[in-house]
């Protein structure tokens, strides 16, 4: 017995087919006689061609065009029906050719991806969210945009990327920013009560209670502050830390300090008026030898450089990197000039020298 073998069509397939088809027949230019053949023929293979091209032609309300076809379903055709199309008035809403056309395959793809190119999400917002370092760890983030961000010791920061802007707060500790290039979405790092802005560039910013101390490497970066910041009434063991009134970075609050260029370095200080407002001191800008530059962000390759800064700085920057404890008992030894080089983290090397060649104790307590 011979059997018949019957392959069933693939709807993805018949989807796409519908939709070209519907898409010439929405447009009669495009429509030629060989086209017209070979619609009729693909009509003609399967009852699903025919149901596609009626349903896309319904949900995208291009009914009308498929009066333009001139092969009466179920009717007997003849030749002269084979060769040329007639026109067949049908009621918009009621199609008895169920198998239209099947240009609404290509109409149908085209219009997805518009309506995707609506609805896709941002690429660059990706990154966006908190990043933390815990004490004496180290973290290099590259985000979305191509920007490299080193986050240094027990330093917190939270990115922001929108259509706009490419926003980041530094919400303690330090960090080193390299900056990729888009002029239609400006860098900016908020710290404290400054703003640092860039486009492509490279530099750093250490927040240090409400004092920011910018460094820039390269490019340029234009540095503002915020001074909507204030205190509340002085009270003996309150806490009277300034209070932010209003957004952060609310431009009527903004104040133009100036430009920092490559090999400057510069500290935004905040000081509390007598009507108890914050307001910005800018230091003087320093520009700085370029071995004095790469001396201050060692700490980007895992160093600690020291050439003749007092004990009691030393012992400051090194805390920063450890969880032990190191308090100078003998006020006479904090103004001892320290130089070298210390590894990040060594905090018992740094011991071992200082009992070495500067003749102090220290007693570690358990």
């Not at 011979?2 to 709807?11: D, Q, T, V």
């Not at 995707?116 to 990154?127: F, G, R, T």
Request: aromatic share 8%; with cysteine.
């Amino acid at each position: 017995m011979k059997e018949n073998i019957y392959e069933f069509p693939n709807r993805s397939i018949i989807e796409e087919e519908a939709g070209a088809w519907l898409i010439k027949l929405d447009d009669e230019a495009l429509l030629s006689a060989a086209d017209r053949q070979a619609l009729r023929e693909w009509l003609k293979r399967s009852p699903a061609h025919c149901e596609e091209l009626n349903n896309l032609a319904a949900f995208w309300g291009k009914m009308n065009v498929l009066t333009e076809l001139a092969v009466p379903l179920g009717k007997h055709e003849t030749q002269a029906e084979r060769s040329t199309f007639s026109i067949v008035p049908l009621p918009q809403f009621s199609l008895n050719l169920k198998c239209a056309s099947a240009a609404a395959a290509v109409f149908v793809l085209a219009v997805t991806i518009v309506f995707s190119a609506w609805i896709k999400p941002d690429p660059l917002i990706v990154s966006n969210g908190l990043y933390a370092t815990a004490v004496g760890q180290q973290q290099t983030i590259t985000l979305a945009d191509g920007s490299v961000i080193l986050l240094n010791t027990n330093s917190q920061m939270d990115v922001i990327y929108d259509e706009h802007y490419r926003d980041i707060t530094l919400l303690q500790g330090e960090a080193y920013f390299s900056v990729a290039k888009n002029h239609a979405r400006p860098f900016r790092v908020y710290a404290g009560i400054g703003r640092i802005q860039a486009v492509g560039t490279a530099f750093s910013v250490r927040l240090k209670d409400q004092d920011v101390s910018i460094t820039v490497t390269e490019g340029r970066v234009v540095l503002t502050a915020f001074n909507q910041l204030k205190t509340t009434a002085l009270q003996p063991g309150a806490d009277n830390k300034p209070q932010v009134i209003g957004d952060l970075r609310d431009e009527d609050h903004a104040e133009k300090l100036g430009i920092l260029e490559a090999g400057q370095t510069v500290t935004i200080k905040r000081r509390v008026t007598q009507e108890s407002i914050a307001r910005t001191n800018l230091e003087a800008i320093e520009t700085i030898e370029q071995q004095e530059l790469a001396r201050r962000l060692s700490w980007r390759k895992g160093l600690l450089i020291f050439t003749g800064e007092p004990l009691e700085d030393v012992v400051a920057e090194i805390s920063r990197y450890t969880t032990v404890s190191i308090e100078i008992t003998d006020p006479t030894v904090r103004t001892i000039k320290i130089g070298g080089q210390f590894r990040v983290g060594e905090t018992e090397a740094m011991f071992d020298v200082l009992e070495e060649n500067f003749v102090l104790r220290v007693t570690r307590l358990s």
